[in-house]
Nanobody
């Protein structure tokens, strides 16, 4: 099992920046890809960004391309989400998730961290 803990959320004004962290522990060797998702009140959870541990391949939702950057520190088993030029519509609970190679869905999820962007 992979245990994930997010941190770094908070309240920021529009145009500001935040960096989220996701620390992984447990059977991290089984983790192939890490993703960030977000869920706004009354809405479904949406994909934000993902990265592979080995090659560092990155993937982004169109809504965050050019503003958000996902990165990883393999030595620390930690994934980051640098969020710049934040907009009120980025307000949501942000979750990180782990996915194993050959598995089609994300199996492990963190508890989430709240990001609130004021206008």
């Amino acid at each position: 099992q992979v245990h994930l803990v997010e941190s770094g959320g908070g309240l920021v004004q529009a145009g500001g920046s935040l960096r989220l962290s996701c620390a992984a522990s447990g059977r991290t060797s089984s983790s192939y890809r890490m993703g960030w998702f977000r869920q706004a009140p009354g809405k479904e959870r949406d994909f934000v960004a993902a990265i592979t541990w080995s090659a560092g391949n990155t993937y982004y939702a169109d809504s965050v391309k050019g503003r958000f950057t996902i990165s990883r520190d393999n030595a620390k088993n930690t994934v980051y989400l640098q969020m710049n030029s934040l907009k009120p519509e980025d307000t949501a609970i942000y979750y990180c998730a782990s996915r194993s190679r050959g598995v089609g869905n994300y199996e492990y999820w963190g508890q989430g961290t709240q990001v609130t962007v004021s206008s």
